[in-house]
């Protein structure tokens, strides 16, 4: 296919399609910062932080009853009713809701008011106000738990930027917004991350699953760690339960320079437009957020040099973020010798280009991004499996880039495959409602607790 690609398109992105040689770096270094993260020595400068989730347990598929959740995830904000009948049979009903972008950068009273706004609706309309049901929130952002139910926000990440909120326990923030409303009777039992909500979802029917990945807006992943080796919790040598979750917050890997040999003069572009620069490197290399304004640049570069889409203009592509990620799925998935989707990508970008070899030359580019950012994925999680030393695993995946991009699996599968020792087994598994699901069996965890129905850890 390159040789029909001109030099100066081959050029730009050629520092994206990643050498097994610096792969493989990739894993040694972030092999060493997944343990700095887990160590309480060096865990306060530890780029992956590792945080501890307090679940210790896995689920049984004998968790009975009504659970809520509630999701915050970024680009989406939703309120869920589980109920489960038994391991093969549950309900849910769940509600989106538009997230007002104002909500972004305003007030931590204001977000919470509205999520506690947003819960009330959804009880009243299913009669649950008065029931006192146990919630899990799923609350993907940086936290560093000190309990189940208890998490203190580290950082913002994926675009937000509320006051008085980082430094401050996000559970205690919902259960007093729901408190002020005084017409709720709701409990707010757990709180976990995406990546964990999908580790249990997978789990309840999936019972080698271990690792949880989110490649979507963002991307993180959890995975089952051994409890002696998780020393920022406080009983990790006492503890009569061998496992814990770990949220790695991979995300910020590379933060103190050690992936910069991997990044490109277009990734630090993109870094100084966003909220946090020099922060999350990792996850800008990978995340759906930053994949499209990465091809956007390549393509402003090298229409202004007259080598791509030659003597066009386009007022859209002026704009920063104007070349949505999903653009890259489009094109992807057109045939070979086919240009049906990137036609109507072009359409709405104002290029009227008919040139085959500009086509071309756009799929490469779009190519060249997905490339780097599946295999830094795949990276990631041979780090987390090397890691937990098994043989043979699921990994519970969620997140737009994963679940419609049409050749990101089998990129990711190629090169786990390549890194992988010999002999490992792993299995691709789609996490179905690993938010809603996964946040209502963490509630369970917490309400059934001492019961018949208690959570077993893993065997």
Known sequence: ???????????????????????????????????????????????????????????????????????????????????????????????????????????????????????????????????????????????????????????????????????????????????????????????????????????????????????GTGTNACYVEKTVNAECFEGYQTSTRPYMVINTEWGAFGDNGVLEFVRTNYDRVVDKVTPNPGKQTFEKCIGGMYMGELVRLILMDLMAKDVIFRGEHSEKLQQRWSFDTSYISEIESDAPGEYRNCNKVLHYLGIMGNQESDRLGLRYICEAITSRSAKLCACGLVTLINKMNMNEVAIAVDGSVYRYHPKYHDVLEKYMKKLLKPGAKFELVVAEDGSGRGAALAAAATYRRGTEYKFSIIK
């Open 1 to 215: 296919m390159t040789s029909s690609i001109h030099p100066e398109i081959e050029a730009a992105v050629k520092s994206f399609f990643l050498e097994e040689e610096k792969l493989a770096q990739v894993v040694e270094r972030m092999t060493k910062e997944l343990k700095m993260g887990l160590a309480k020595e060096t865990h306060p400068r530890a780029a992956i932080k590792c945080f501890v989730t307090y679940v210790q347990d896995l689920p049984t598929g004998k968790e009975r009853g009504k659970f809520l959740a509630l999701d915050l995830g970024g680009s989406s904000f939703r309120v869920v009713l589980v109920t489960l009948h038994s391991e093969s049979s549950y309900d849910i009903e769940s509600k989106s809701f538009v997230f007002p972008s104002l909500l972004m950068s305003g007030t931590g009273i204001e977000l919470f008011d509205y999520m506690a706004e947003c819960l009330a609706q959804f009880c009243q309309q299913f009669g649950l106000e008065h029931e006192g049901l146990p919630l899990g929130f799923t609350f993907s952002f940086p936290c560093r738990q000190q309990g189940l139910s208890k998490g203190v926000l580290v950082a913002w990440t994926k675009g937000f930027h509320v006051e008085g909120v980082v430094g401050h326990n996000v559970v205690e923030m919902l259960q007093d917004a729901i408190l002020r409303r005084g017409d709720l009777n709701v409990n707010v039992v757990a709180l976990i991350n995406d990546t964990v909500g999908t580790l249990l979802s997978t789990a309840y029917f999936n019972r080698n699953c271990r690792i949880g990945l989110i490649l």
